[in-house]
């Protein structure tokens, strides 16, 4: 009625226009008269509403709404926070918390829980009940279908609004993790596990389980990367790389399947066990041995093993007897026809060739080899290729002996990695912890989807 000109809206009342004054035999004047008057009786008394909840009605109330809005959220923080990521560190010390990103990104977050908790609904209700029986009337007529039932909203319409709540909860976790390391407040991590909790539950408590199954399984390596110190420059890397999934378009995120049917392109080796082949050159034994020690026990401990319906098993050159023949020879035939997945980690070289039986090279290293193997090989009777290359470059001094050598390596790999991004989406890691955290989140999810 405002955009057809027939009410008239001044601060917190609602009036008639004179044009529509004078009818009063008009339906629409009579009308928009009894909802001026009520709009205004209950915008002018708190004990009706107050701001907090005048912004949950009209930015979470439906689906269209709360889209709309947390879009908008994401749009300001990113074009703010770009602006801001060009000051120098001096600048950001006192200044984070009053920035209009981060006003943004809280705001957005408490409009995803309002939308979750169905707080519109109470809203609605608990003004009803407040006002008498002609106006309740009216009041109600103005909310058609209040009571959402996230079981009834369609995927494709809830999807992206989850996609949108998660991407705001990792970013305000991110930005509170800047401001902790400015400011060097180790008070401040309570505060951080408090909106974890609180966000955890709203999920828990609102969200129908199938929901509840992607979400959580997106959010648990997040969590795992902030149990322990990180530096700036990690954490402005993980916020970047969130907002490039944020773009006028929208979320460009790829929401694991909601149904646990297993109707995907591949077909396990064995019933229920996803096998994984360990592939990594000799200069990635700490990364390789914690990945041995940690991803089946992590697979299981965070909920993956029962969401994917499946078990993990991790298979290594280390795990098999010494014996007569060519080493990776032996390999191939003991694991690669029999795996599921080839999850290869590279840090600073590619390794060594391997050679036929005549002395010609056969592949660049024993690791490329086996990747290859994998992607290469598109056919589901062959095994899914997983790969993740170290983020920082060596480190060597200019008058050290293997100098040359340390360089020729890191060319070999960087030549590989370019040679493979056509056929496979590699991710970059930084350090072992990062590295579990990705592979456990990675195998789950291409379990979900592929198998």
């Keep these: 009625m405002v955009e057809d000109k027939i009410l008239i809206k001044d601060e917190s009342q609602y009036f008639i226009s004179p044009r529509h004054a004078v009818a009063h035999d008009n339906p ?8 001026g008057e009520l709009l205004s009786l209950v915008l002018e008394n708190e004990k009706y509403i107050n701001d907090r909840e005048l912004v949950i009605l009209t930015s979470c109330f439906s689906t269209n709404d709360i889209t709309g809005s947390l879009f908008a959220e994401l749009k300001l923080f990113k074009s703010s926070y770009f602006s801001f990521e060009k000051k120098n560190v001096s600048e950001k010390i006192p200044a984070l918390r009053n920035q209009q990103f981060f006003i943004a990104i809280n705001s957005g977050l408490f409009k995803f829980k309002s939308f979750l908790r169905k707080e519109p609904s109470e809203i609605i209700q608990r003004v009803a009940e407040n006002l008498d029986s002609d106006n309740r009337h009216t009041w ?34 991110l930005i509170r993790c800047m401001d902790n390391y400015f400011r ?20 828990s408590l609102n969200l129908p389980s199938k929901y509840q199954v992607f979400v959580n399984h997106d959010l648990i390596a997040f969590h795992g990367q902030f149990k ?18 944020f773009d006028d378009t929208g979320v460009k995120l790829k929401s694991p399947q909601i149904n646990n049917k297993k109707d995907g392109k591949r077909k396990l080796k064995q019933p229920d066990i996803v096998n994984v082949l360990l592939a990594s050159p000799g200069d990635t034994q700490i990364e390789r041995a914690f990945l041995l020690d940690k991803l089946e026990r992590k697979f299981r401990t965070d909920g993956h093993e029962a969401h994917c319906q499946r078990r993990l098993i991790v298979h290594a050159w280390e795990d098999i007897a010494t014996q007569s023949g060519y080493a990776q020879d032996i390999i191939n035939y003991k694991y690669l026809k029999n795996v599921d997945i080839v999850l290869a980690v590279f840090k600073h070289k590619l390794g060594t060739p391997t050679s036929h039986s005549n002395g010609s090279i056969r592949a660049e290293s024993g690791t490329a080899e086996e990747l290859l193997y994998a992607i290469n090989n598109n056919a589901s009777k062959y095994p899914l290729g997983m790969a993740y290359f170290y983020e920082r470059p060596p480190k060597v001094q200019l008058d050290a002996p293997d100098f040359q050598k340390v360089i020729d390596e890191w060319e070999r790999l960087k030549k590989f990695k370019d040679s493979i991004k056509t056929k496979i989406m590699y991710k970059s890691y930084d350090g072992k912890l990062d590295l579990l955290n990705k592979a456990c989140v990675d195998v789950a999810q291409n379990i979900n989807e592929l198998f």
Excluded: C
């Design 28 to 35: 629409n004047s009579v009308r928009a008269r009894y909802m």
């Design 140 to 173: 109600n007529s103005l909310w058609p279908e209040a009571d959402l039932d996230f079981n009834l909203i369609d995927e494709v319409t809830l999807i992206p609004i989850l996609d949108y709540g998660i991407l705001i909860y990792k970013l305000n976790i």
């Design 184 to 203: 060097k407040d180790k008070s401040k991590q309570d505060e951080l596990t408090n909106l974890t909790e609180d966000f955890k539950s709203v999920i």
């Design 228 to 245: 322990r110190n990180i530096q700036y420059d990690h954490l402005a890397r993980e916020l970047t790389t969130l907002l490039e999934l």
